[in-house]
């Protein structure tokens, strides 16, 4: 395995768990931390007892309050894309509709060069097709990851301390510990605990929009190498950039002259509006690569073949992601000028697909409040992502044309009005 360290090596080659760790783990698995868990039965600890109940459902009355107001609700909360999959991908998907075997788990040839392919085109990255692993969704990915590498009782999974939530699921369902960090701080990564196994980074952030430098990013880079700890990087926003170009770890200024240890994940769901399709990849180091092939190919992840003939054909054209590009920039320009005519002031949201807004004295949830009854606008709590964020709201760029012109309309209605 190329470089990798001798920590990595014993997590990813057999034994992975050997049967002492099994056994702790069974010790371990104490009452279930969350109320109301399903019991599967007498005595035994389901992986869902481990999980947080879903935060969206804790939105359900203030969506309610959005929902009443006259014209109809902006739902700027999930950023789930709302317009058509260009034209192009749907005809790659029908005219692949005939696949009755089973498809490739390393995706196609064709694919896999298509993802190289781009990465060099668009970000100045060069890596092996063989390294290309397509995956069913990069959240999947990211949850399971933690389990792939073998991590257990005793490891730590390190992410940012504003962050999308499923880098801490993926630590539950493996049994492992997480500790949020502060990316930017090399004292708090230098002081996060020595069981740290694997380090998430997430540049442009969801849900922040900011954007971590190349020389963050290499520090990033060197300090999980010198632990042993793997180091993911969640891309699947490296093409909006707004007031900066976001910088890929494994750009060659990054990682230096070796992919040792680095894993990057891009998602096709918001660059090429196939967030229905269930399409991303992983690439990186090629060790890890090659472990992570041979556990999808047992365990049967594979991406449907027709989804790997769109995928191709997504990764192979840059005009469509040019268009979408443009209407969320313009969709971005509405928001953001709204919002900071409302009183908000706007943080970070450089690049992503959400601006980041606080409105001083308000907390999220009060924020949340306000625009749901007096704009029908429905955005996300910040402290959803972590405490940093319960002064924020996350205000997605994912709703039609008309649904934001609304949206504008009835801020700039807001700041006329005297405050209450
Ligand atoms: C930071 C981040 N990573 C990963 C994902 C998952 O994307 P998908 O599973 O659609 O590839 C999302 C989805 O919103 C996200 O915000």
């Not at 196609?108 to 092996?128: C, I, M, N, Q």
Request: proline share 8%; net charge neutral.
């Amino acid at each position: 395995m190329e470089g990798i360290h001798e920590d990595q090596r014993r997590l990813l080659r057999g034994p992975w768990l050997t049967r002492r760790r099994l056994q702790e783990r069974q010790d371990r698995q104490g009452p279930p931390h969350r109320r109301g868990a399903p019991a599967a039965g007498r005595g035994r600890v389901t992986l869902a007892a481990r999980l947080p109940e879903y935060p969206w459902d804790e939105l359900a009355p203030i969506a309610e309050k959005a929902r009443a107001f006259p014209g109809g609700v902006v739902d700027l909360s999930i950023g789930t894309p709302v317009d058509p999959v260009p034209a192009v991908i749907q005809d790659a998907l029908r005219a692949a509709a005939n696949a009755p075997g089973y498809p490739l788990t390393a995706g196609t040839p064709e694919l896999r060069a298509a993802a190289a392919g781009w990465l060099s085109r668009s970000h100045g990255v060069d890596v092996d097709p063989v390294t290309v692993l397509p995956v069913i969704g990069t959240k999947e990915f990211i949850a399971w990851l933690p389990t792939m590498l073998g991590l257990g009782s005793g490891d730590t999974v390190l992410y940012p301390d504003l962050a999308y939530p499923t880098y801490n699921i993926g630590a539950r369902l493996a049994g492992a510990a997480s500790a949020p960090v502060d990316d930017l701080s090399d004292d708090a990564l230098g002081a996060a605990p020595a069981s740290a196994r694997l380090r998430w980074v997430n540049s442009p952030s969801n849900p922040s929009g900011r954007v971590l430098n190349a020389e963050t990013l290499r520090s990033g880079v060197a300090l999980a190498r010198s632990r042993g700890c793997v180091l993911a990087s969640d891309e699947c926003y490296i093409e909006l950039g707004w007031d900066v170009t976001p910088v890929s770890v494994l750009h060659p200024s990054v990682r230096g002259g070796s992919l040792d240890g680095v894993l990057a994940v891009f998602s096709l769901s918001k660059r090429s509006n196939l967030a229905g399709y269930r399409a991303g990849f992983v690439t990186g180091d090629p060790g890890l690569m090659k472990e992570l092939l041979l556990i999808g190919r047992q365990a049967g992840m594979i991406v449907p073949g027709p989804v790997q003939a769109a995928m191709t054909v997504a990764l192979s054209d840059d005009a469509h992601a040019a268009e979408q590009k443009a209407r969320y920039a313009a969709r971005r320009a509405v928001l953001t000028e709204g919002l900071t005519a409302a009183g908000f002031r706007i943080e970070h949201s450089e690049a992503g697909l959400y601006v980041w807004a606080t409105r001083p004295g308000l907390d999220c949830w009060a924020a949340c409040e306000l625009l749901a009854a007096e704009c029908g606008m429905l955005v996300g709590p910040g402290s959803f992502y972590g405490p940093a964020g319960n002064s924020y709201i996350r205000v997605a760029l994912t709703a039609t044309d008309e649904r934001v012109a609304a949206a504008g309309e009835r801020l700039r209605a807001l700041a006329s009005r005297p405050a209450r």
